[in-house]
């Protein structure tokens, strides 16, 4: 097929994510997110810690939001909860990656929100079905501006936490983290072909919990920024 054939319908926008103090942008590509990734938040989860390997899931990039917009209330739910992460943006292509190496192929840092239908995530796992309608959810990958790691550093600790209306709801530090940044990678690289603009969601820590149009969601990551998200009316 040629590469100038006209299309039959308009081509969707390209998400790009800011970068702190840039006027370069990153063009998103993949969503990869880490599942129960702190111990507190695997127990709250009613499930059993396993530090044998990491398991992922995925989020389409047109579900991303900036930090600071506004969205309305999902569709198809009635526990629509917060997920307040540290999220890892590839800038070098890599396949099979040592995890002494790991850090060479990550550009910088963000704070993320993974933003979640957990009534219909919990339906989906008491049947042994995907998560993705509690998970793939339009405007539910939340992420700020990226922080390169030539500033931040590779932060393997520092405070992260969420909070509503003001309220502290999560609080733990990224040194509790299950499977680390670097074995992340390394592990998800011998699955995928990394590229440029993928992005990986950590994992969140304990104290996830519902919002409701109106509430204003804020959160931190020590070296990496801050976040924000308020949620709109549903539709």
Known sequence: MSDNAPYLFPAPPQPLLPVRGRREVVPLNRIFC?????????????????????????????????????????????NYHYE??????????????????????????????????????????????????????EQSA??????????????????????????????????LLIHSVPEIVAHLSTFYHLEPGDVIFTGTPEGVGPVLPGDLVQGSVARVGDIGLTIGPAE
């Open 84 to 137: 307040m992460e540290l999220v890892v943006v590839i800038g070098r292509a890599g396949f099979r990656v040592p995890a002494d190496r790991a850090v060479e192929y990550i550009f910088g840092y963000a704070c993320g929100l993974d933003m979640t239908r957990r009534d219909l995530q919990f339906a989906a796992r008491e049947q042994r079905r995907p998560w993705d309608l509690g998970k793939d959810v």
């Open 34 to 78: 880490v599942g129960r990734n702190y111990e507190a938040h695997a127990k709250e989860m009613g499930v059993a810690v396993d530090r044998e390997a990491p398991f992922y899931f995925t989020k389409s990039p047109r579900h991303y939001v900036p930090s600071g917009a506004t969205v309305p209330y999902p569709p198809g739910t009635a």
């Open 142 to 175: 939340v992420i700020a501006d990226i922080v390169p790691a030539s500033e931040s550093g590779h932060p393997a600790s520092g405070h992260i936490e969420l909070r509503v209306n003001g309220q502290t709801k999560q609080q733990s530090d990224l040194s």
